[in-house]
């Protein structure tokens, strides 16, 4: 081997003698004393600042037995060291390597002796010396830290004849080939001895024999027939056994385990053999705050897949990381797929990465390419310009080569979204919309072309929900919230501010309430987008985002302590297989043309005959004979409606409507009334298990408005008012002292003025106001506080924002000092619906109450008449939005304002 390892070639023996390395070394960072630290380990775990890159090093002795100096080669063998790595013996340079993921091996012959031996590492993790984009440092940089130092074991190996640059094949219809090189070491002169190959699988008689060439290099079939197919609810593996023989000895052996499976995509859909592909994903950064590398242990890699699949999840995307050989092997064997996105995001493409990608890449397939569980593969991840064409190319011929049995993506995140190259490379379209709820149908719509050829869409990141976190279940404060590291992004310096951040907002208990209560709200919100993705297609799939709470998100499914934030059974209904969804009807109006005419998902008019499509979006398999069960249920429990239907074959792979449901929905006079659809769906005579969901439905009764209605300033939707009330009187007018409440459209002088001499008046908001108002998403980071009022008493709510409220989602809320300023001392504001912002820990306000002067005013931001993406966008078809402008309207006409 040269002096610098090379990623291209890795000698394999399981009978070669094993001297391990891993254990006590000495320790000193950037010249700093020397302690003691355990290998394997990120150096980061025992230093509190993370923030030199290096030069750190590692020393200790080992005793080498007088035997192995016997002529064969002895091997130094790192599993990974990030990020670059010189290693010297005795003193004397063996050689060097760089490569954040890799194994490497170097030849240390010639450097040892009998007995006491020295071995010193010089690491530099990627900072400043190796810059973070230029070294496939991946995502867990931005995260919290880059890590540092040998994260994988050590060891010393024994090598005569060796096997190298093995693979081993599971064809997805056909033999198992391997390919690989039997070599001898300098010390075994080649073809002193005839050799042979010898390949097997675990419990079949049949072997296969054969000759190397005189490169040394072999390749074969291995007959697989009969063999037991590797599932994600059955997954069989089996051992491939590569012995070489030399004069008739067994002289060298390496072994594989694999699993025989298809996967493919035909008609534009994902199969994994005969079976229709729904990949429920979520994502993992390799977050593990106690080992801060991505090395978990293989009890904590096994619970995390079994709280995966308690949510319905059937793939982890790794996402940006490689972890070592417990997290493939445990995926093998728990039947939990893999996506393996490679560590590449927002690099800088300069020639040396150019190459290190080429050798980590080559390095990490050889290593991984025989799994069954990884079933998806991605070159990077929302990659520009710099990653050309050229260079997807190499990348992706590398990733084919090794992985044919796989799905390919080169972008994750789609070149066109991120203004990268676009090439036709991937299996699947790939996009990250962290988009609002009322935006996702447009962003599909807008991505979405008829004449590119078809292929399943796999959403490669989506649907966050952030949901704060206790900051007092904490204490002790972790050390990502108090050790010094480079990390300077906004959402991780306020994670690491929430003291301060807390005490400003007045929240005194942790914010364990507004986390409890953004639970529910994050429950609700992906229960939607994942449904709205199932309408769509049966297979292909999406990634939610993420795994774990991290310092810069509380988006994780599990909690900073690894527990579950969400109820397994709950999720289940629509993060499975077999999901049952449910649509509306479709509408145009004219207006000088036609337009679509959106109606809210689940809000309804009181006596209004509903449309309710029922769908059965099927990743399970095809059923002959099904039956819909139906009950529309009063918040009570009361049975309104019921029904049962049979249902026409549903074809494995294909969204297929089952039933079309025309419930007439009532609401008492003067109140909303909330109503529960629940579905089911049997398959008579079938293996298949019943699939369930239910749904909250909300009636809503026609509000009366003020007889007399003045308006002033530039209110847009005036001129609908008489039409949501036929006996309205609407009226130009400036504010001023009155019975009737005014509404405008902006907080302007007159407004003001009018509201001091004693008005009464809703202020709806009509476009951003610098003033007091800031752009930020209804849904998106934020968490929803209703404030006791009495409006609460007009329109009812959970506790926790719903999808009542989907159709007066904004694109900006109040602040409230801002307000307050604008004002003056003479105003007092009283917040009514609040909007904590789950990175910022701040507040923002929907809906102000505001005493000033004699008057009084309510402020708002929402969008009363919708008309964002896909909402309704007239007071018609927008029955919460115009139910709640009548209620701001009806509280300030009361006695009670506060």
Known sequence: MSAVAAASLFYEDVLAPYLPLDGQWSFSLAGSPAIAIRVPAAWEVYVRDKRPDGPARFWREFALPAEWLDGRRIIFEAGAISFHAAVRVNGRLAGEHAGLW????????????????????????????????????????????????????????LF??????????????????????????????????????????????????????????????????????????????????????????RAVCAQRRIGLRAVRVAGGAAWIDERPLHLRGVLDWGWHPDLIAPAPPRERVKRQFAQARALGFNLVKLCLFVPDAA?????????????????????????????????????????????????????????????DAGFLQRLHGLAR????????????????????????????????????????????????????????????????????????????????????????RNDFLHMRAYRQRLAAAGVIDGAAALSRTARRQANAVRKFVCELTR???????????????????????????????????????????????????????????????????????????????????????????????????????????????????????????????????????????????????????????????????WVVPHPRLPRHLPVAGALRYARAFDRLDRQVEVVEALPAAQTAPFVAGDLSAGVLEGARQGGSGLVWLQR?????????????????????????RHVPHAGYADLRFFSVAADMALDLAALQALLGPEAVCQPVWRRFDARQLIWAEYVVAVQIGAGRLLITSLRLEGGLGRQPDTFATNPMGAWLFASLLAVLGSEQFG
Request: aromatic letters at 10%; one cysteine or more.
């Open 768 to 792: 951003p106001d610098a003033r007091y108002s800031r752009s930020l998403p209804f849904w998106r980071e934020a968490i929803h506080v209703f404030v006791p009022h009495p409006l609460w």
């Open 327 to 387: 997290t493939f092997e445990a995926a093998d064997e728990a039947g939990m797929l893999l996506w393996l996105e490679l560590p590449m995001w927002q690099p800088r493409v300069t020639p040396a990465l150019r190459a290190l990608a080429l050798d980590e890449y080559a390095a990490l397939l050889r290593r991984l390419h025989h799994h069954p569980s990884l079933v998806v593969v991605s070159l990077g991840c929302e990659l520009g310009a710099e990653a």
């Open 535 to 697: 309408l769509h297609s049966a297979t292909g799939g999406y990634v939610i985002t993420g795994w774990t709470d991290t310092p810069i998100t509380t988006a994780g499914v599990v909690d900073d302590r690894g527990a579950l934030k969400f109820e397994p059974q709950a999720w289940r209904m629509f993060n499975a297989d077999g999901v049952l969804l449910l649509d509306r009807e479709r509408r145009r109006r004219w207006v000088g043309g036609d337009r679509p005419a959106c109606r809210d998902p689940y809000v309804f008019w009181a006596g209004e005959h509903a449309e309710l499509h029922v769908l059965y979006s099927n990743g399970l398999g095809a059923a002959e004979r099904a039956v819909l069960r139906w009950a529309l249920t009063s918040k009570s429990g009361e049975v309104l409606a019921s029904g049962e239907s049979a249902a026409p074959a549903l074809p494995a792979g294909e969204v297929s409507e089952v039933a079309v449901l025309t419930p007439v929905l009532a609401a008492g006079q003067d109140r909303l009334a909330e109503v529960r659809l629940s579905a089911e769906i049997e398959f008579p005579g079938s293996q298949l298990q019943p699939v369930r969901n239910c749904w909250r439905l």
């Open 160 to 249: 005569g004849a060796v096997l190298a640059d093995l693979q081993v094949l599971a064809q997805p219809d056909g033999p198992v080939v391997v390919r690989g090189r039997l070599l001898s070491l300098p010390a075994v002169p080649a073809g002193a001895a005839p050799a042979l190959v010898r390949m097997e699988i675990a419990d079949r008689a049949l072997a296969v024999e054969v000759m190397p060439e005189a490169d040394g290099s072999f390749a074969a079939e291995l007959p697989a027939a009969g063999l037991a197919r590797w599932r994600p609810d059955a997954p069989a593996l089996h051992t491939v056994t590569i012995t070489a023989w030399l004069a008739g000895r």
């Open 102 to 157: 890799s194994s490497f091996q170097l030849d240390i012959s010639e450097l040892v002796r009998p007995g006491a031996n020295t071995l010193e590492l010089e690491v530099w993790k990627p900072g400043e010396r190796f810059p973070l984009r230029e070294t496939l440092s991946g995502f867990l940089p931005d995260v919290a830290t880059a890590f540092g130092g040998p994260w994988q074991s050590l060891g010393l190996r």
């Open 401 to 488: 080569a090794w992985l044919p049995n796989a799905l390919h993506c080169d972008n994750s995140g789609s070149a066109e979204a991120y203004g990268g190259a676009v090439t036709a490379l991937s299996d699947f379209y790939d996009y990250h919309f962290y988009a609002e709820p009322h935006f996702f149908q447009d962003l599909v719509d807008h991505f979405h072309r008829g004449y590119r050829p078809a292929k399943p869409w796999l959403y490669g990141e989506f649907c966050d929900a952030d949901t704060c976190r206790d900051f007092a279940a904490l204490a002790p404060a972790p050390w990502w919230l108090t050790d010094p590291v480079r990390l300077e």
